[in-house]
C-alpha cells in the first residue's frame, strides 16, 4: 500500500523557517520523482518543488525559488521541504506527491 506522510508544518512568523518532512512506504522510492504541492483556500493544488528520482535536479515554482529547498534521502525515504523567509502568502496545507499518490497535507501557518 503506498503512503506517504508529511509532517512539520505549524504556526511561524513572517521571515521565519520551517522544515517539511514526507515519509514514503508502499514503493521503491527511488523510482519515483517527489513533487511537493500546496493549497490555500479556493485554489487548485499548486506543485512548488520537484525533485528527480536520484536527488541531481531540482525545480521551483517562481513564487518559492531561492526560498524553499527541496530534498531527499533515498536511504531512509523521506523527502523535505526547508522553507526560509516566510511570506503570509506561504499559508497553506503543503502536500508531497510521488507515484501517482498524495499525503494527507501538513497545515503552514505563517502569521504575526
Known amino acids: 500500500q503506498v503512503r506517504l506522510v508529511e509532517s512539520g508544518g505549524g504556526l511561524v512568523q513572517p521571515g521565519g523557517s520551517l522544515r517539511l518532512s514526507c515519509e514514503v512506504s508502499?514503493?521503491?522510492?527511488?523510482?519515483?520523482?517527489i513533487t511537493w504541492y500546496r493549497r490555500t483556500p479556493g485554489k487548485e493544488r499548486e506543485p512548488i518543488a520537484v525533485?528527480?528520482?536520484?536527488?541531481?535536479?531540482?525545480n521551483y515554482a517562481d513564487s518559492v525559488k531561492g526560498r524553499f529547498t527541496i530534498s531527499r534521502d533515498n536511504a531512509k525515504n523521506m523527502a523535505y521541504l526547508q522553507m526560509t523567509s516566510l511570506k503570509p502568502d506561504d499559508t497553506a496545507v503543503y502536500y508531497c506527491?510521488?507515484?501517482?499518490?498524495w499525503g494527507q497535507g501538513t497545515q503552514v501557518t505563517v502569521s504575526s
Open positions: 506527491g510521488g507515484y501517482g499518490h
Open positions: 525533485i528527480s528520482q536520484t536527488g541531481a535536479t531540482t
Open positions: 508502499g514503493f521503491t522510492f527511488s523510482d519515483s520523482a
